[in-house]
């Protein structure tokens, strides 16, 4: 049998790992939440110059078979989320609140 002590220093090395990924960030300052919010617009504005033709297309929820559970993929637009996302890193990490020009 385990000692309660034992026990007591085994809880405390399991809370004490699962609080080690916890990690919290320093908040931002005004600036960078500012370049931030630019690179966003930024990165929207280019994803609606690029896929104009997706914006205006009709979502078929007037269809005959809209009623059913599931339309299309689970995964349809991860790689535009991911696109997107990869410019507003590029874009926060060159610091300019644009797309740099290649």
Same mark, same amino acid.
């Given at each position: 049998?385990?000692?309660e002590g034992a026990c007591l220093r085994l809880a *405390?090395? &399991?809370?004490?790992?699962?609080?080690?990924?916890?990690g919290f960030s320093p908040p931002m300052s005004p600036a960078d939440?500012?370049? *931030?919010? &630019?690179?966003?617009?930024?990165?929207?504005?280019l994803y609606n110059v690029q896929n104009r033709a997706q914006i205006s297309e009709r979502d078929g929820e007037d269809s005959p078979f809209s009623g059913q559970a599931?339309?299309?993929?689970?995964?349809?637009?991860?790689a535009d989320r991911y696109s997107h996302e990869r410019l507003v890193d590029d874009c926060v990490r060159h610091g300019t609140g644009t797309q740099p020009t290649p």
């Open positions: 049998m385990i000692a *405390l090395l &399991a809370a004490a790992l699962g609080l080690s990924g916890c939440r500012e370049t *931030l919010q &630019a690179c966003r617009s930024e990165a929207d504005r599931q339309r299309g993929l689970p995964s349809d637009g991860l």
